[in-house]
Structures are given as structure tokens and as C-alpha cells.
């Protein structure tokens, strides 16, 4: 979204995605086993700064874990229970297939009201599905 022209209701979204089990270069998932628990998500958002705001210099503001820390931070979402992931190289591959919604709390201007909706076939205890729903609230507090 470009934040210059945005309208506030296009701040709230749903977006679908799917995650797999990650495999390392040899073949086998990072486990080593074929399989990855996911006990929780984390959602974090990247802000550009371009050149057409910043000529001089222009920068992407991101809270990913994997660059430099902010002020801001990243949000952690449980999962209602842990669920296995298992690669492609193992024969029970699957996915967890994810629904993600984010909207601006009415009853709190500073925060954020997430739903996470999510299914995993063969990921839970003994191999069973797994479909869960999960409501968060996020709030944008300060560092004093």
C-alpha cells in the first residue's frame, strides 16, 4: 500500500498462504528427522521509504527478525497446539494452510485484531488433522 495515498479501511486485510516444512541443502528438513514442529507464527511488516519521499536517502524501515533491531518488534502468534510439518522428501508431506486477518481494533485505537485460521492434515498428536481458529489482540504500547 502506498501510505501517501491509502484510505484508513485499506489498512485492514485477509490474505491466504501456505507454509512447508523447510529443507536443508542435503535433502532432509532441519530436524534431520523429515519433520518440523511449528508451535507458533511471526508476523512481522517492512515500510518503504522511497526515493520519491526520501530523495536523499531512501531506506525500507523492516521489523524482520532477520535485520537489524528496531523499536518496533515482531508479533508472535501460538498456535493453539503445536503441529508437525513434514518435507517433501518424507512421505507423509503436508502443509499448514493458513487465513490471516488483520484489522484495526474499534475498541482500541492502538491496537490490532488478528484472526488466524488454520488446518494441518496428519500434523497433530498421532497423525490427526488438525483445524483451528484463533482470535489476538495486539497492542502497540511504548518502550518507557
Not at 525500507?60 to 513434514?86: I, R, Y
Request: glycine share 6%.
Amino acid at each position: 500500500l502506498d501510505l501517501a495515498t491509502m484510505q484508513p479501511h485499506q489498512q485492514d486485510f485477509t490474505t491466504q498462504f501456505e507454509l512447508t516444512a523447510a529443507s536443508s541443502s542435503n535433502g532432509s528438513s532441519s530436524s534431520g528427522s523429515g519433520s518440523s514442529e511449528v508451535a507458533a507464527l511471526v508476523i512481522w511488516f517492512d515500510t518503504e521509504f522511497s526515493p520519491r519521499f526520501c530523495k536523499e536517502t531512501p531506506v525500507t524501515l523492516s521489523t524482520s527478525p532477520h535485520d537489524p533491531v528496531t523499536h518496533w518488534a515482531q508479533a508472535v502468534l501460538p498456535l493453539q497446539q503445536p503441529v508437525m510439518l513434514f518435507s517433501d522428501q518424507s512421505d507423509k508431506s503436508n502443509n499448514l494452510v493458513c487465513r490471516l486477518s488483520m484489522a484495526r481494533s474499534r475498541a482500541r485505537h492502538r491496537s490490532l485484531d488478528i484472526s488466524l485460521e488454520y488446518t494441518c492434515i496428519g500434523g497433530g498428536v498421532g497423525g490427526v488433522d488438525v483445524q483451528a481458529t484463533r482470535v489476538y489482540n495486539i497492542e502497540v504500547s511504548s518502550t518507557d
